[in-house]
């Protein structure tokens, strides 16, 4: 069972443009995660967030959770071919020590 | 950066050989996890560890074991690998005390069996 969904799988854009990038779940969650991971390299952890509602920003990348903490939200402004890689989100599971991971949404950004 | 290195990064065998993997931290973190990561399928947890010699299954654990004798290296094993465990294993930590989960990630081992 994938209990986190991601969309759009993959997503191919210009340097410069916007882009939101979607991760849900039919369960509420206590909190999520956003990594992003570089071709050859280990994911590396973005952002937590905790509270229903909850914005947070860093740089030109936005976060939101859901207000009823099922979805989360990554908007990227004017997107750089630095901010190309494989974008997760994942949020703990049931046995109280890992993670479940979403499959990821594979950006490409071109000059 | 958390101090997590894998060893070797690559790795190419052949059925029915034994393998082993090796994650080491130099930071006492509890918790280490052994996740392998294919396309179509994302990040997968195998085995994870919650002290030395305390250690449980993940949702893909049939074909690997792992062992944890010091607080500094998990170590994954594959006793007779096959072409289905082809992949990039990830090994990872999570920092004590952290609320939400939070885990780092080491750099990968691609492993291929021919």
């Known amino acids: 069972t994938q209990l986190l969904e991601q969309s759009p799988q993959f997503l191919s854009i210009q340097e410069g443009e916007n882009l939101t990038v979607y991760c849900n779940s039919l369960?509420?969650?206590?909190?999520l995660q956003w990594y992003r991971q570089e071709p050859g390299e280990g994911p590396v952890l973005l952002v937590t967030v905790v509270t229903g509602g909850e914005v947070k920003k860093l740089k030109r990348l936005t976060f939101q959770f859901g207000d009823a903490r099922k979805d989360s939200s990554l908007h990227i402004t004017a997107a750089q071919p630095g901010d190309t890689g494989l974008y997760l989100c994942?949020?703990?599971?049931?046995?109280?020590?890992?993670?479940?991971f979403g499959k990821g949404t594979s950006l490409l950004v071109t000059p | 950066d958390a101090g997590i290195t894998q060893s070797p990064r690559h790795k190419v065998t052949e059925t029915g050989t034994p393998v082993t993997l090796r994650c080491h931290q130099t930071e006492n973190h509890r918790y280490m996890y052994w996740y392998r990561q294919d396309p179509g399928h994302g990040l997968r947890l195998i085995h994870y560890s919650y002290g030395v010699k305390d250690t449980d299954k993940g949702e893909v654990s049939d074909g690997y074991s792992v062992s944890r004798s010091k607080t500094e290296d998990f170590l994954l094993t594959l006793e007779s690998a096959t072409s289905s465990q082809t992949s990039v294993y990830f090994c990872a930590i999570r920092p004590w005390g952290g609320r939400f989960y939070e885990q780092y990630f080491g750099p990968g081992t691609r492993l291929t069996v021919t």
């Open positions: 369960s509420v969650f206590s909190s």
């Open positions: 994942a949020r703990p599971g049931d046995s109280g020590y890992a993670l479940n």
